[in-house]
């Protein structure tokens, strides 16, 4: 509850891309129907980030790697380069 709710040393917004010559990417994945995050929250930090790729997957909530194919989606966009 503290990363939510707690007051941060620094603005996420504030981060710079830690990969040299962009390399690499962050991925985030979020369900555009989880209770505890605002999905707004993480469509704001991707278009402000660059590096951060973001994937909303429909009809899934806070418990998203456990929806039915989720893992195999994150695995095979994280090693396979797969979108």
């Given at each position: 509850m503290?990363?939510?709710?707690?007051?941060?040393?620094?603005?996420?917004?504030d981060?710079?891309?830690?990969?040299?010559?962009?390399?690499?990417?962050?991925?985030?994945?979020?369900?555009?129907?989880?209770?505890?995050?605002?999905?707004?929250?993480?469509?704001?930090?991707?278009?402000?980030?660059?590096?951060?790729?973001?994937?909303?997957?429909?009809?899934?909530?806070?418990?998203?790697?456990?929806?039915?194919?989720?893992?195999?989606?994150?695995?095979?966009?994280?090693?396979?380069?797969?979108?």
């Amino acid at each position: 509850m503290m990363v939510g709710f707690g007051s941060w040393e620094f603005d996420p917004m504030d981060l710079e891309n830690p990969f040299l010559d962009n390399e690499g990417s962050v991925h985030l994945w979020h369900g555009n129907e989880d209770g505890l995050v605002p999905v707004t929250l993480q469509r704001y930090i991707a278009g402000r980030l660059p590096w951060v790729h973001y994937h909303e997957v429909p009809d899934a909530g806070h418990l998203l790697p456990y929806a039915d194919g989720m893992r195999e989606a994150i695995f095979k966009t994280l090693l396979l380069g797969e979108k």
